[in-house]
């Protein structure tokens, strides 16, 4: 079986004015399913930019980006929206959740966006919500709860589509100590039965222990 992603001697570049960023120089990265990968180093290292492409959000200036054994480039906007929407999840720092929305409907929201049947929607939504443990704040709104719930909705909404890979940007950044374990032990254990791939910008220490691999980032290239 192919690896979920693939990224092959990739390159990219920012134009700040006159000036040209690296941002990627020649990266190499290779995640299978059911894995979490972490990305660490400083601010500016490429970590966003990986994230970026992973996503397809943006296109490298040269090489090759694989997601699930297909290559991505040449993509039209319509063609990479509708890749996105089934093959990829997103969790947030800042959870990114709709205020005026309960818990289950935006879990829901991207199985309504995607047509699946009502029925389906429901079931999966609870079967999710309870995966979580918040089977019983579904009527609730976000501003309901704390931030350890909060993300945990974020994580039941990347997951509940049975997306191939999660995409996730300094996930436990804002939460405490105890909060962030729960929360990683979610994605840990919700990636593995899930066969969802993860890859995760961090700085965070108690993310690096859950993590299957860690890459280290320096000035747009991978250092062992």
């Known amino acids: 079986m192919s690896a979920v992603l693939q990224l092959a001697a990739v390159h990219k570049t920012y134009r700040l004015g006159e000036h040209v960023v690296p941002a990627l120089q020649g990266v190499d990265l290779q995640l299978e399913a059911g894995e979490m990968l972490a990305l660490t180093g400083p601010s500016g290292s490429g970590k966003s930019t990986i994230l970026n492409l992973a996503g397809l959000i943006d296109a490298p200036d040269e090489g ?122 979610l994605m840990h254990a919700q990636g593995h039965a899930h066969g969802a791939a993860f890859l995760v910008a961090t700085h965070d220490a108690r993310m690096l222990e859950r993590c299957d691999r860690a890459l280290h980032l320096l000035d747009g290239k991978i250092h062992s």
């Not at 040449?74 to 959870?95: K, N, P, Y």
């Not at 049947?117 to 429901?122: D, F, L, M, N, Q």
């Not at 909404?157 to 100590?177: C, G, M, N, W």
């Open 64 to 185: 090759q980006i694989l997601l699930r054994g297909r290559s991505v480039k040449g993509l039209g906007e319509t063609e990479a929206t509708l890749l996105r929407r089934d093959a990829i999840g997103f969790v947030f720092q800042s959870f990114n959740l709709v205020p005026v929305m309960t818990v289950a409907e935006n879990v829901d929201y991207p199985l309504f966006i995607a047509g699946v049947p009502a029925a389906e929607r429901r079931e999966r939504v609870a079967e999710m919500l309870r995966a979580v443990g918040l089977h019983e704040h579904a009527q609730h709104r976000p501003d309901a709860l704390s931030g350890g719930q909060r993300q945990r909705v974020a994580i039941a909404r990347a997951l509940v589509k049975r997306p191939a890979l999660v995409i996730a940007d300094e996930p436990t950044a804002s939460l405490d100590s105890h909060t962030a374990t729960q929360v990683l032990d």
